[in-house]
């Protein structure tokens, strides 16, 4: 069965530095990635979709990336802030179109 | 001016009662979901709707009964409540059924079962 990993449960960073998350995925790739923020005692807040066909992705601070051969998507926030911490979910959508989210990973981003 | 609401935002029942809880959203969308997220806060998705039917039910116990009354709207009933069930439910909806389309989720309802 397909499998979602968020290479790390927990992420610190200091303030200004990139930070950058990774899911990795088995078998067969999706259709379509996405990125989502989820601050404690709230729901998911979508971020960013990046198709199979396509390479990165650009929303201000935030870039994704998406290797097909790696089976892997690399999440970058830029200039981070305190502001940017968080936990940050990737989600997969194959064919039935359903999301199936990773385990999350929480960042820390330190003053 | 809520996007997707549920109520209630808590819960906290005994074993073996019933509940429901409620989702509305006011975005026009077609497409909407319910998920549920653990205590090790994995998300997985239980039920979407498209339109009022009925499109994805995961492997969820049959206690777990959701309808839609109409397409801006998405309740849960739960029949014989099990401390297992104890998690945070969201509701959410997107645009569309398909993959493409980013999802909105709702605040969650956190259901404790004692």
């Known amino acids: 069965s397909q499998k979602i990993e968020q290479n790390s449960e927990a992420l610190n960073i200091q303030e200004g530095k990139t930070a950058t998350l990774t899911c990795n995925y088995t078998?067969?790739?999706?259709?379509?990635l996405q990125w989502y923020r989820q601050d404690p005692g709230r729901g998911p807040v979508f971020l960013l979709l990046?198709?199979?066909?396509?390479k990165e992705k650009r929303k201000e601070r935030l870039k994704v990336t998406f290797d097909t051969t790696l089976k892997q998507s690399l999440f970058h926030i830029t200039a981070s802030q305190p502001a940017d911490s968080a936990t940050y979910l990737c989600a997969l959508v194959f064919g039935n179109e359903k999301l199936t989210f990773g385990t999350g990973t929480r960042l820390t981003i330190i003053p | 001016d809520t996007a997707v609401s549920q109520t209630p935002k808590y819960l906290v029942t005994q074993m073996g009662n019933d509940k429901s809880i409620k989702c509305e959203q006011n975005?026009?969308?077609?497409?909407m979901y319910w998920y549920k997220q653990d205590s090790k806060k994995f998300l997985k998705i239980m039920f979407s709707y498209n339109n009022k039917e009925l499109i994805i039910n995961e492997t969820v116990p049959n206690r777990f009964s959701p309808k839609s009354p109409d397409k801006a709207h998405l309740n849960l009933h739960i029949n014989s409540l099990e401390l297992g069930d104890s998690a945070v439910y969201f509701c959410?909806?997107?645009?569309?059924?398909?993959?493409?389309?980013?999802?909105?989720f709702g605040p969650g309802t956190r259901l404790t079962v004692t």
């Open positions: 078998n067969y790739s999706p259709a379509y």
């Open positions: 975005l026009g969308h077609d497409t």
């Open positions: 990046i198709r199979e066909n396509e």
């Open positions: 959410a909806s997107s645009p569309r059924l398909a993959g493409g389309n980013e999802q909105y």
